[in-house]
């Protein structure tokens, strides 16, 4: 029998068998190198030299030192039956000419070992690659029983309640549907975490097995969600750019979308993307937003945003228009100043996108990760339209923190007067077009004074607005228990920054006071997939998990599309019940529910952006 000197007794024992055909570089010494020291079965390729499954284990067995510490092997639930039957050694072998020629040893032991694969099968392992062999271990996964799997259920709303009853069946109501004027759709907004970011802020992800945060293993989870939701728009947040152009777009595309695309401008090689199926829209303008400005020190981050005009398909008497926007707001819990900027910038495009021929606004939709609670003071501004940030911290201002160590007021105006927005979140610079174009005169000295007033009155201004009547999805907690939703989850917080936003219709029971010809028609929450607790996404080891391969849920929604002379038919139907209900509420107040969700997120639970100090 050949031994080793180096090898300690137990290795000696344990390779007996099999360490004498090994020639002298691939023998196990300490000054030789050993590759990736141990993969897992159904997660790593098969190795050149299988481990026997008789082995004697005896009962002092120890690891040798060169595998690493014992607690690599307790966080990735290793266990011995699975690595003695299917897990292998992998040594490196310079007699080997090329990666699809097997050495001569292992040819030898192909004609005498009777538990060895069949040549072909032993040459097919040999070419396949690392993603390969986690293909295959998702396939099998996925045919076996998922244990620890949560179902959300579909809540429809049906239509012609006044309390927003509560289906789970979505085919209730379907035969009722009119389908005179009207298009169903449904939206889609998921942060499907980026592998970069990942790898960058592993401190939040201690609670996963390693090798399910692998992109191999992590995206045929993630697409297998988007087959089976099978929404009619994406709205995507931090698609990484290389997995995007290699196999995101094109797997995507295959499944009937077209994709638009905006990556972050900075170092950070993530972005947004919005995908929608051509067979329910077309395409009439996509409108990136870079919230980057050189010129401007508040704008140093490089989070964008991306506004599109959709077409419907679909028989209609007017040419009716959806405007999708998609971002991802700055993360920094101490830089509400940032937050709210990006924010207004991301409105101006779409102030700029969205209006008709006659002057109305076309039905929204706004998706996306914002980083900011419910009831926070971002989330007020964007459905009820008005802030007045006057004494506001910054470290307030996304509700992300309970004890905000950003404790700087908020400056008046928050952004300097050259980004040419308003403090109505409109370009300032469209507007002076405007007049000019109307050929309005003005003595100079008259234009002057009015140019200083209004530059006056908005320095003094501490109140932003926004023209769009919009309303949430989601309701943020669970009425029967008070209990908040939750979005995102991994090992430092569980909390709600995820939201669809939309123009609601004036018969909608979710839409928020507003002008009646403000919008062309509307829209009508339908339906919507249901959000989870803290508590019960712990039940499945919080996320990522074995079946939901991001930190965050996806958050699906199914809406109509309401002309406006429908929309105002309704309104008039429904105005005075509404006066009799605006007093009833089926939940608490929303700034509770921003203490509950307030509660799951300190200030160094989030992820660590660039320049995250400022």
């Known amino acids: 029998m050949l031994r080793h000197s180096m090898l300690p007794r137990h290795m000696q024992r344990l390779g007996r068998d099999w360490i004498a055909h090994l020639n002298s570089s691939q023998v196990f010494t300490l000054n030789g190198p050993?590759?990736?020291?141990?993969?897992?079965?159904?997660?790593?390729?098969r190795a050149s030299f299988p481990l026997p499954v008789p082995v004697d284990f005896s009962a002092n067995w120890r690891f040798p030192p060169f595998f690493g510490p014992w607690r690599q092997f307790q966080n990735s639930y290793w266990q011995l039956d699975n690595f003695a039957q299917s897990s292998c050694f992998h040594l490196p072998n310079p007699s080997m000419k090329s990666e699809g020629e097997e050495p001569l040893t292992k040819k030898r032991r192909l004609s005498g070992q009777h538990d060895t694969p069949a040549p072909e099968e032993e040459t097919n392992l040999a070419n396949q690659k690392e993603a390969s062999c986690l293909s295959v271990a998702q396939n099998k996964k996925s045919?076996?029983?998922?244990?620890?799997?949560?179902?959300?259920h579909w809540e429809y709303f049906c239509q012609h309640s006044k309390t927003m009853k509560i289906f789970e069946n979505k085919e209730i109501d379907q035969s009722n549907r009119e389908s005179e004027a009207k298009f169903d759709f449904t939206v889609m907004s998921y942060n499907i975490l980026s592998q970069n970011l990942l790898e960058d802020n592993s401190h939040l992800y201690k609670h996963c097995r390693q090798r399910l945060l692998i992109w191999t293993y992590r995206f045929p989870n993630i697409l297998q969600e988007i087959k089976q939701?099978?929404?009619?728009?994406?709205?995507?947040?931090?698609?990484?750019?290389?997995?995007?152009?290699?196999?995101?777009?094109?797997?995507?595309?295959?499944?009937g979308y077209h994709c638009?695309?905006?990556?972050?401008?900075?170092?950070?090689?993530?972005?947004c993307a919005i995908c929608f199926k051509t067979s329910k829209f077309s395409l009439i303008s996509s409108n990136p937003v870079e919230f980057f400005r050189r010129d401007i020190p508040l704008l140093d981050r490089d989070n964008v945003g991306l506004v599109l005009l959709l077409q419907p398909k679909f028989q209609c008497k007017t040419n009716a228009a959806i405007c999708i926007a998609n971002t991802h707001l700055l993360y920094n819990p101490r830089r509400g100043d940032i937050k709210l900027t990006q924010l207004a910038m991301?409105?101006?495009?779409?102030?700029?996108?969205?209006?008709?021929?006659?002057?109305?606004?076309?039905?929204?939709?706004i998706c996306g990760d914002f980083n900011s609670v419910p009831g926070s003071p971002l989330y007020r501004f964007i459905k009820e339209g008005k802030l007045n940030y006057e004494g506001l911290a910054i470290g307030k201002v996304s509700g992300q923190e309970q004890f905000p160590r950003g404790q700087r007021i908020l400056s008046i105006p928050i952004w300097p007067k050259k980004l040419g927005i308003s403090q109505n979140c409109v370009y300032e610079i469209k507007q002076q077009q405007k007049e000019e174009n109307a050929g309005e005169k003005m003595e100079e000295s008259k234009l002057n004074d009015t140019k200083e007033i209004v530059r006056t009155s908005e320095k003094l201004s501490s109140k932003l607005r926004h023209h769009f009547k919009l309303s949430s999805v989601y309701s943020h907690y669970f009425p029967e228990t008070g209990m908040p939703e939750v979005t995102t989850c991994h090992s430092r917080s569980a909390v709600t920054v995820d939201y669809i936003f939309y123009s609601a219709a004036n018969d909608d029971d979710a839409t928020q006071p507003g002008a009646v010809d403000s919008f062309r028609g509307g829209l009508k929450l339908l339906g919507r997939l249901a959000l989870l607790t803290e508590k019960d996404l712990w039940t499945v080891n919080g996320l990522p998990n074995e079946n939901n391969s991001s930190d965050h849920l996806p958050l699906l929604a199914e809406f109509r599309l309401?002309?406006?002379?429908?929309?105002?038919?309704?309104?008039?139907?429904?105005s005075l019940t509404r006066k009799a209900d605006s007093k009833e509420s089926l939940t608490p107040p929303l700034e509770n529910a921003a203490i509950h969700h307030r509660s799951f997120a300190q200030s160094s639970h989030g992820r660590t952006e660039e320049g995250g100090s400022r």
């Open 229 to 255: 939701l099978d929404a009619d728009v994406l709205c995507l947040q931090e698609v990484q750019e290389d997995h995007y152009r290699k196999e995101i777009k094109s797997s995507l595309e295959s499944l």
């Open 34 to 45: 050993v590759s990736t020291c141990m993969r897992w079965a159904g997660h790593y390729p």
């Open 562 to 574: 309401i002309e406006r002379n429908a929309a105002l038919k309704c309104f008039q139907r429904t």
């Open 260 to 271: 638009e695309y905006k990556m972050r401008t900075g170092r950070k090689p993530d972005g």
């Open 143 to 152: 045919d076996s029983s998922k244990k620890g799997t949560i179902k959300r």
């Open 346 to 365: 991301l409105l101006a495009e779409i102030a700029s996108v969205a209006p008709q021929k006659d002057g109305t606004f076309c039905p929204i939709i």
